[in-house]
C-alpha cells in the first residue's frame, strides 16, 4: 500500500474566504487512507495495530499525527477502547479514535484476541490487505483506514474531542450525506475498481469534516475548546480575521474595535474558550503557516517570515526557535530529510 494521497482539504483561498476549519485542515495536511479490509465471523475479537506500529508499517514518520477508524460494511461488533467501556456498531456506522488509542474489535463474546498483524500479510503491500479471522458464524465486514497530519491537528484545534467518537448518522440532511457516503466507501473498498485507493481517501477526509461539524454543532451550552470557539459570535470572527490575514500586524485594540467589543472583553472571552490569549494563539498560527511554507516551497526565509507578518528574517527566526524548538533552516532541513 503506498502512502495517502494529497488532501483535497488543502484549497487555496480557504482562511481568505473566512473558512477557519479549512484553513487549519490545510495548514496540518490532513490525508486519509484505507488500511486494510476485514472479513470475521463469530466468534471473533481482533486487536488493531498499535500507534507506533501503523506508523512503521505504512510508512509515517515518528513526528506525524496519526489516529484511526473503522467502518462497519455488513453485521455488527463492539469497540472497547484501553480503559472505556464497550460501544455497539452496526453496519453503516463507524468508530473514530482521535487521540491514537489502543483498543480491540470483537462481537462482544469472551474469545481469546488475535492481534492483527498476525492476520495481515507481511508489508509492503500492492493494496490494502484482506484480512480473515474467526470461526464459520454470521459475518461482519469492517473497512478500516486511518487519517495523518504533517502537525498535530489536536493541538491545533486545541479542542477536548472525545476518546472515541462513534458515527451514526441520523435522519437530518447531513446524516443522509453521511450515510450515503459511508455506503460509497463500502462499495469501493470491495469492488477493486481502478482509483478506488485514492476516491477511499477523498471519502475518508470528507467524513471526517463533516464528523468534526457535527461534534461542533452538538456541543452544549458552555463547553470551551476550538470548535466551541468557532461557533462563538465573537471568538468565531476573530478566528475568521487572525486566520484570513496571520500577515497582518494585529494589535488588540484595533482588532476588538473591528469585532465591536471591548479589549478586555475580546482578550477574557478568547482566552476561556480557547486557553490562549489572541496573540499568542496568532504565534502558533503563524508558525504552522510557516512550517507548512518551509516544508512545500524553496522560498528564502526572508519571504517565509514576511508571507506569516514579521518584518525581518532575524525577528523570525527568533520566534520560530522559541516555539519550535530549533531554527528555521534547521526545522527545513529535518523535513526535507524525513521519509513518510
Known amino acids: 500500500m503506498t502512502n495517502a494521497p494529497e488532501s483535497l482539504t488543502n484549497s487555496p483561498g480557504a482562511a481568505e474566504r473566512g473558512d477557519v476549519l479549512s484553513s487549519v485542515l490545510a495548514a496540518v495536511r490532513l490525508r486519509g487512507g484505507l488500511l486494510l479490509r476485514a472479513e470475521l465471523r463469530q466468534p471473533w475479537a481482533i486487536r488493531p ?111 477536548p474531542l472525545p476518546r472515541t467518537i462513534c458515527i451514526r448518522p441520523d435522519a437530518g440532511p447531513a446524516g443522509r450525506w453521511l450515510a450515503a457516503n459511508i455506503r460509497f466507501i463500502s462499495h469501493e473498498a470491495w469492488s477493486g475498481r481502478p482509483g478506488a485507493q485514492g476516491m477511499l481517501a477523498r471519502l475518508f477526509e470528507l467524513m471526517f469534516v463533516e464528523i468534526l461539524r457535527e461534534q461542533m454543532a452538538r456541543l452544549p451550552e458552555g463547553a470551551t475548546g476550538w ?25 488588540m485594540p484595533a482588532l476588538a474595535e473591528e469585532l465591536c467589543v471591548s479589549p478586555s472583553q475580546l482578550a477574557e472571552r478568547f482566552k476561556r474558550l480557547i486557553g490562549l490569549p489572541p496573540g499568542r494563539y496568532l504565534t502558533r498560527w ?55
Open 227 to 251: 470548535l466551541a470557539a468557532l461557533r462563538d459570535p465573537v471568538v468565531g470572527r476573530c478566528l475568521e480575521r487572525l486566520h484570513g490575514a496571520p500577515q497582518r500586524d494585529w494589535r
Open 49 to 159: 495495530l498499535d500507534v507506533p506500529r501503523l506508523k512503521a508499517v505504512i510508512g509515517v514518520g515518528p513526528s506525524r499525527q496519526l489516529f484511526t477508524f473503522h467502518i462497519v460494511t455488513r453485521g455488527a461488533c463492539w469497540v472497547r477502547r484501553s480503559g472505556g467501556e464497550p460501544r455497539q456498531l452496526q453496519a453503516g456506522e463507524a468508530v473514530l479514535l482521535p487521540h491514537g488509542d489502543s483498543h480491540t474489535l470483537g462481537d462482544g463474546r469472551d474469545v481469546p484476541v488475535l492481534s492483527a498483524e498476525r492476520a495481515m500479510p507481511p508489508p509492503p503491500w500492492d493494496e490494502a490487505p484482506l484480512v480473515r479471522s474467526g470461526g464459520g458464524g454470521r459475518e461482519t465486514r469492517l473497512v478500516c483506514g486511518f487519517f495523518v497530519s504533517d502537525q498535530s491537528l489536536l493541538g491545533t484545534l486545541g479542542a
Open 286 to 340: 503563524r508558525m504552522q503557516l510557516a512550517q507548512r511554507a518551509l516544508r512545500e516551497s524553496a522560498a528564502p526565509l526572508s519571504r517565509v517570515a514576511e508571507t506569516v507578518g514579521y518584518g525581518s528574517e532575524a525577528a523570525f527566526t527568533r520566534a520560530f526557535k522559541r516555539e519550535v524548538g530549533t531554527t528555521p533552516a534547521a526545522w527545513r532541513a529535518s523535513a526535507d530529510g524525513a521519509s513518510g
